[in-house]
């Protein structure tokens, strides 16, 4: 999407060289695959900015309205968001199964410090693709998946023979999890819209002639064709993990967001679709606007920040409620947990999460 507040520079000819490079051995490993129609690889873009709790906003910060003023817009450059989301060290002692996930895969790597220097080469390549601050804080090592109680329920299933998909699955951190703990890979969808996250993970896991599931890049999930009826996406999942993916969108959007997974979804009992998202304690959640978003126009044609809400447990099962409204029996649950602001890794992000009362949220719709 075009947006007249780009950032000026584009990838230049290495970058498209190196991309290239990446698809090529993607392809050639039968694991960069796109079998829905007309999903055209896009050209190197220059790095954006987007994601996960982000934050702050130049302008009106925090509101509880849920139509708040137009902001002047502008995407924050790579100097401002770095110096809010950048945390220069892998916490791998906060994390020590990311820390295994990572020998599970590299048994290769005999030293703290060459694993060390791998992952930040990794996670620098990411950040040159966008400037997400799950990249920057590294809380892709989170594995959100592994934080819902029905974790050992999820890989059951996968062994059973059912499918996951894993949508918005950036590297595929949480699928590679998975498949450490016993799920067979072949059962494992990756999706994402951006496909240049997969021969970076290739690089870092080194599973390209052992991982038997799919990877799919440039799916966009708001492109009707993805689930729609000619799609081989609809109808074909028994679970959807969603992974701080779905605060992306504007609330506005989120319910037809989450209709939208749920064509993919097998229509039995059983399937679910499942995630996590950045929340907050206060009853009604907490709306605000996105720096790290691009912009879109409003309805007077001014170019406006999207709004950014902070799921309540009730705000987010009124959300999975409405998704699927008059469409069958379903059970939704929202589960927040306490997220320690003083122990954030940089002190901008908890600066600008005060007013929130953040929380992690994890939450679940199963149909009946
Ligand atoms: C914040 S990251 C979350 C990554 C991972 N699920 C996790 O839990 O760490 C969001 C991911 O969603 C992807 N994404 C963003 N917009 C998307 C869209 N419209 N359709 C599909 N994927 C999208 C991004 O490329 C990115 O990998």
Same mark, same amino acid.
């Given at each position: ?55 702050? /906003?130049?302008?009106?910060?925090? /509101? ?12 924050? %450059? ?5 110096? +809010? ?19 599970? &895969? ?34 892709? =090592?989170?594995?959100?998946?592994? *934080? ?56 870092? &896991? ?7 599931? *799919? &990877?799919?890049?440039?799916? %966009? ?16 999942? %028994? ?51 996105? %720096? ?9 044609? *001014? ?21 699927? +409204? ?26 600008? =999460? ?8 994890? &939450? ?5």
């Amino acid at each position: 999407m075009d947006s007249p507040v780009r950032p000026s520079h584009t990838a230049g000819t290495a970058a498209l060289a190196r991309l290239h490079l990446n698809k090529l051995v993607a392809i050639k490993n039968r694991f960069l695959r796109r079998l829905t129609k007309s999903k055209k690889t896009k050209p190197a873009a220059a790095p954006v900015v987007a994601s996960t709790p982000a934050v702050v /906003t130049s302008t009106p910060a925090a /509101t509880s309205t849920p139509t708040a003023a137009p902001v002047k817009a502008s995407i924050i %450059d790579e100097q401002t968001a770095r110096s +809010k989301y950048w945390v220069e060290e892998p916490p791998i002692n906060e994390h020590p199964s990311a820390e295994a996930l990572i020998k599970y &895969f590299r048994p290769d790597i005999k030293d703290k410090a060459s694993m060390i220097r791998l992952l930040k080469d990794i996670r620098l390549k990411a950040w040159q693709i966008k400037y997400y601050p799950c990249v920057g804080q590294w809380l892709f =090592f989170k594995f959100g998946m592994t *934080e819902h109680a029905m974790y050992p329920e999820i890989v059951d299933r996968v062994k059973q023979g059912q499918r996951i998909l894993d949508m918005g699955c950036f590297m595929g951190f949480d699928g590679r999890k998975l498949v450490a703990d016993g799920a067979p890979s072949s059962g494992i969808t990756n999706m994402d819209l951006e496909d240049r996250w997969f021969p970076l993970s290739f690089e870092l &896991f080194k599973d390209e002639n052992t991982f038997e599931g *799919e &990877f799919f890049g440039g799916c %966009d999930i708001t492109d009707e064709e993805l689930f729609g009826e000619d799609s081989i996406h609809r109808h074909r999942y %028994d679970m959807i993990y969603i992974g701080y993916f779905v605060h992306l969108f504007p609330p506005s959007q989120q319910a037809k967001i989450l209709n939208n997974l749920v064509q993919m979804l097998k229509p039995t009992s059983g399937s679910m679709i499942f995630g996590n998202t950045s929340g907050s304690a206060k009853e009604n959640g907490f709306l605000m606007k996105a %720096d790290f978003a691009p912009p879109s126009k409003n309805e007077k044609g *001014e170019w406006v920040r999207p709004d950014f809400i902070f799921h309540s447990e009730k705000t987010i099962v009124e959300l999975m409620a409405a998704s699927v +409204k008059g469409d069958g029996e379903w059970v939704f649950s929202g589960q927040q947990s306490a997220i320690d602001l003083d122990l954030s890794p940089t002190k901008a992000y908890a600066e600008h =999460f005060k007013d929130v009362e953040l929380v992690n949220m994890n &939450f679940c719709m199963r149909r009946l």
